[in-house]
Nanobody
Framework: QVQLVESGGGLVQAGGSLRLSCAASGRTFSRYAMGWFRQAPGKERKFVGGIGGSGALTYYEDSVKGRFTISRDNAKNTVYLRMNSLKPEDTAVYYC????????????????WGQGTQVTVSS
């Protein structure tokens, strides 16, 4: 069982930056691929980015490439999402998720989810 707790969300002006953190419980954190998803009001939850267990592989949704960076610190059981050049359309609840299949893009592949953290970007 893995428990995930996100933090770091908030209100930021367009062009600003935020770093989200996702702290995981358990001793086998490095075995899990981690993903970040987001859900805007009235819309479906969508993939933002993912990272492999070692941190060597990362994947991003096209609209965030070059602006968002995923990293992880396995010694701290934490995955991060650094978000730069934020836009109003990035406003959403951001969720981290874990899966043991080394897949990244599909919501249904993830076994564990955090509660989400709100990111609001003002124009």
């Amino acid at each position: 069982q893995v428990q995930l707790v996100e933090s770091g969300g908030g209100l930021v002006q367009a062009g600003g930056s935020l770093r989200l953190s996702c702290a995981a419980s358990g001793r086998t954190f490095s075995r899990y691929a981690m993903g970040w998803f987001r859900q805007a009001p009235g819309k479906e939850r969508k993939f933002v980015g993912g990272i492999g267990g070692s941190g060597a592989l990362t994947y991003y949704e096209d609209s965030v490439k070059g602006r968002f960076t995923i990293s992880r610190d396995n010694a701290k059981n934490t995955v991060y999402l650094r978000m730069n050049s934020l836009k109003p359309e990035d406003t959403a609840v951001y969720y981290c998720a874990a899966n043991g299949r080394n897949t990244y893009f599909r919501e249904r592949d993830y076994d564990y989810w955090g509660q989400g953290t709100q990111v609001t970007v003002s124009s």
